[in-house]
Every structure is written in C-alpha cells, then in structure tokens.
C-alpha cells in the first residue's frame, strides 16, 4: 500500500491536500480532531495545521489514519477521475436545465457513496452533497455537515471552488440569509476563471441578481441579469435565456416600466413547450397577471386569468388570487367579493389574507381598517420583500384615495410609489 500511495498520490494528489482528504474522512466519522490526533499520535495543533493546508500531512500519517479508520480505503484514482467527470456533467445538467440527467447523476451517487467515501474521491462526494442536499429540505446535522464544505474548496480548480460557495450561498438564500448569499455569491465570482464551465458566471450572476433585488437595486438585479443572459447567449443556452426573461420582466416592473415587462415575460408564455421545467411557465403566467393589473389592464388580466385556469393549483395560486383586485378596479364589488371567497379554500400567503382584507376595508370605505390594514401590508412586504404586492398595494391605494378625494394622502402614496421604484422603501414599512 505504501509503495502504490508513493508512486500515485506524490505525483497526483499535492502532499497539503491529504490533511484536506483525512479531515473529510474525519468529520464523516463524526471523530473529533482531539480523538484523532490522540490515535495518530500528534498533536491536537499539528493536525489541525495539516487540515488547513498550513503544513503538510506526511504520507505516513494519511496511512495510519486510513489503517486505523478505513481500512478498505482505495488508494486508486481511477474514482477520482470517474468523479470529476460525473461532476462535469453534474454542472452542465445544471446550466442546461437537464433535469433528468440531474437525477441519473443522483442516483449514481448514492449507489456509490460507501466507494466514494473510502477513497480520494471523498472530497468529490461533499460536492456533490452541496449540490443535492442544499436543494431539499434537510435537518440541522445535515445542514452543519455541509457548512463545513467550503472549507474543502482549496483542493479543487476555480469553478469548482465557485460552484461549492454558490450552492451555499443558494442554502443561505433559501433559510432567509439574504445578506451571506450575497457575500457567497460575490465570492464565488471572483473564485472562477471560467475555464471549465465558462456559463456558470452567469447561473451566479442570476442567482445575485434575485438577492440584490430583494433590499439593494432592482436596477443592478437589471444589470445583473443582462450580464447572465450574456454569457448565456455566447453559448447559445437557450433554456437560460428564456429563463433570464422572467428576471428582467419582474425588475422593470418594479421600476415601473410595465409595457415593457408585459412584451417581455410574453416572451416566455409564447415558449410554453421548449421547458422541461413547467416552473419557467408557470412562473411567468403568474408574473403576467400581476403586470397587467400594475399596468391598469383589469379587463386583460380578467381574460388571461379565465384562459389560463389550467394553470390554476389551488395549493400554490401565485397571483390567481388578484382576480378579485381588477374586479374591484372595474367597480363590480359584488363580483369581487364573491370572488375572495372563491378562493377562501386556497392556501393563502400572510400577505394575500392581509391584502384580501384591505380590499374589503375599500369597498366599504372604512378609513380607520383601511390605514390598520395599509401599515400591516406594508409591514409583510417589507420583511418577506415582497416589492411587487407593495407596488400593487400603492396602486388600491392610489385608486382609493383618489375616489374619496384624499388629496393629502394621495401625495404620500405617489411618493412611496417613486421611493419604490428607486429601491429606497419608507422605514415605515418595517414596523
């Protein structure tokens, strides 16, 4: 075993990178780095140098840690080079939105996690994790786990260390952690050279463009975003491209450019079939309602709701729920009403209860529920960040205020309105 480590790994594996391997090992073990270094004989300090690659783990020490706690570990590297390669066509199923190949690559892991942990490809096994686990819902153990996977990037290339900080950054995302998602996505960026998947930039430079979006400049999400459909472009990834399209259409809208949002999210309703994942679809159908209705088309966005009821799912209605606003802005308050309790059976977010209440507070011209409700609105749309209920929460308002002739608070609601389209949200919203 000694005399094959010494003629493969001193040529292929960098000797700093075996402390990277033995502590990946470790913690899979859940041993402590006290017990381990106890077993190997060194100190608590050297070890923990050799794990981040400030010393140099001797070969001897990798042999006795292996003997010791994997004795069928395989010294081959023909499982790293199977690895990397699954991992490649990891990464481009992603970019290429190739979902069932996704799955293949999956299943092909768990069938060979116990192989792939008991040999150098055990590092290649955490990134595949990252990628997996971080799109499902995990528990905390798991979730501690995989947080200690960026601390495995140095041993691989550039866009390999980009692709691990960006599914942590998209876990970050996911659990509300807008501001270390940022930080990891950033990160990820100036990681990559581009020179094994140039495409991915622009996966990250999405992903960054719905996190800055949320509190920072929907004009730099814009910016972002045509960026991304760039260097999808260059590499004629049609799928990303269309899917960049609900981006844009979604930050124009939220800077009041609604025409122009409306002519761009049709551009993916128009290629309902080219998608594998319905989502693209469905999330822009969703989108559409809501821009018609901003944009003051009541009557186009009733019609698009009664053409598109297929699309309907009662458990996640999206923007199916406004039916009874553009009622209410076509003065039918008998079929808006109607309408709300259509929907009383659907699951119902904190903010579409909160604005079905409002809209009730309007029909029957209750000023003090109406500023109750107002100020809870603006309360959920701004802690969930929620800009474009807030956007169409200005324009009942507007329409309220405008028909009692509340000139006063018509100012202040315009003025909201600019401060929304600027990103520069009233700290009154964040009661």
């Known amino acids: 075993m000694s005399k094959m480590f010494k003629n493969k790994i001193n040529i292929e594996i960098e000797p700093k990178k075996l402390g990277l391997i033995e502590k990946r090992l470790r913690l899979s073990s859940n041993l402590t780095i006290e017990q381990a270094a106890m077993c190997l004989n060194i100190s608590k300090g050297s070890l923990s140098e050799m794990e981040n690659g400030k010393r140099r783990m001797k070969e001897d020490v990798f042999l006795n840690f292996t003997k010791r706690f994997y004795p069928q570990f395989n010294f081959d590297l023909e499982l790293v080079e199977t690895a990397s390669n699954k991992l490649d066509e990891l990464a481009l199923s992603f970019i290429y939105c190739n979902f069932s190949q996704e799955n293949e690559i999956e299943k092909w892991v768990e069938d060979n996690r116990i192989q792939l942990l008991n040999s150098f490809a055990c590092l290649y096994l955490t990134v595949f994790e990252t990628y997996f686990y971080y799109r499902k819902s995990i528990d905390k153990e798991e979730e501690e786990q995989l947080n200690d996977s960026k601390n495995f990037a140095s041993y691989f290339s550039p866009d390999v260390r980009a692709f691990l900080l960006f599914n942590k950054g998209y876990m970050d995302r996911r659990q509300g952690k807008n501001n270390q998602a940022v930080e990891l996505f950033e990160r990820a960026l100036r990681e990559m050279d581009g020179k094994k998947w140039p495409q991915l930039e622009g996966v990250i430079k999405q992903n960054l463009a719905c996190a800055v979006s949320e509190y920072v400049s929907f004009q730099q999400s814009l910016d972002l975003v045509n960026q991304a459909q760039n260097c999808f472009i260059h590499d004629a990834n049609y799928l990303r491209i269309v899917s960049t399209y609900n981006n844009k259409a979604v930050y124009l809208c939220l800077m009041g450019q609604y025409e122009k949002a409306i002519s761009i999210v049709d551009k993916v309703i128009l290629h309902k079939n080219t ?157």
């Open 275 to 431: 998608f594998q994942d319905h989502g693209f679809y469905s999330l822009a159908v969703s989108n559409k309602i809501m821009m018609e209705m901003l944009a003051g088309h009541f009557d186009r966005a009733l019609q698009f709701i009664h053409d598109h009821k297929s699309e309907f799912n009662s458990r996640h209605p999206g923007n199916f729920i406004l039916e009874p606003y553009s009622l209410l802005r076509l003065k039918d308050y008998k079929g808006c009403l109607k309408s709300i309790k259509s929907y009383k059976d659907c699951t119902l977010s904190e903010d579409d209860e909160a604005f079905y209440i409002l809209i009730k507070a309007v029909i029957r011209n209750r000023e003090d529920r109406i500023e109750k409700e107002k100020a809870k609105m603006f309360s959920i749309c701004y802690r969930t960040a929620n800009w474009a209920m807030a956007l169409l929460t200005l324009h009942l308002l507007i329409y309220h205020y405008k028909e009692t002739k509340q000139n006063d608070h018509l100012v202040e609601i315009y003025e909201q309105q600019t401060m929304l389209y600027n990103h520069q949200m009233p700290d009154a919203w964040n009661v």
